[in-house]
């Protein structure tokens, strides 16, 4: 299990590294979409309450 705290802030670098290690180079999929699968476990770094590059915005819900 991953110790993330909710309502936190995290870059995906820092996810990369709390998930792969300081060691692992971060994949050019996860720099550049914000997704990727890492072992059994999907990350996504979305847009919830705020228009990103596609024009729309996503309720929290």
């Keep these: 299990m991953f110790a993330f705290t909710k309502h936190e802030k995290y870059r995906r670098q820092e996810i990369w590294e709390m998930v792969k290690g300081k060691d692992q180079r971060m994949s050019r999929n996860f720099q550049q979409s914000g ?7 999907l990350f996504a770094f979305i847009n919830i309450g705020f228009e990103g590059n596609a024009g729309k915005i996503f309720p929290n819900k």
């Design 35 to 41: 997704y990727e699968r890492i072992d059994e476990d």
